[in-house]
Nanobody, 124 residues
Framework: QVQLVESGGGLVQPGGSLRLSCAVS????????LGWFRQAPGKEREGVSC????????YYPDSVKGRFTISRDNAKNTLYLQMNSLKPEDTAVYFC?????????????????WGQGTQVTVGS
């Protein structure tokens, strides 16, 4: 059974950077489509990046495009999210997710395993 553990969240000033990590156990990364999602208080969960297993296609919504970068290290069985030029509106709990395949724009269409989340707060 795949398990996901996020780390790397924290408090950062606007314009700063953070790198989130998601350690994957119980399966190798090759078998899953992987993604990062976030949820702010009172808002719906939003996909911020996901990687397709079939062709490696990466999706970013316009809200983070050019600022966030998803990557994976198969040797370490770890997924990363590099977040630059952070804005107060990026404040949320960030979750990593593993699933057989995402739908368009990181939509959830199959049973998905989630991590416990890590808090990212952007403010002074």
């Amino acid at each position: 059974q795949v398990q996901l553990v996020e780390s790397g969240g924290g408090l950062v000033q606007p314009g700063g950077s953070l790198r989130l990590s998601c350690a994957v156990s119980g399966a190798t990364l090759d078998y899953y489509a992987l993604g990062w999602f976030r949820q702010a208080p009172g808002k719906e969960r939003e996909g911020v990046s996901c990687i397709s297993t079939s062709d490696g296609t990466i999706y970013y919504p316009d809200s983070v495009k050019g600022r966030f970068t998803i990557s994976r290290d198969n040797a370490k069985n770890t997924l990363y999210l590099q977040m630059n030029s952070l804005k107060p509106e990026d404040t949320a709990v960030y979750f990593c997710a593993a699933t057989p395949r995402f739908g368009t724009m990181c939509s959830i269409i199959f049973r998905t395993t989630w991590g416990q989340g890590t808090q990212v707060t952007v403010g002074s």
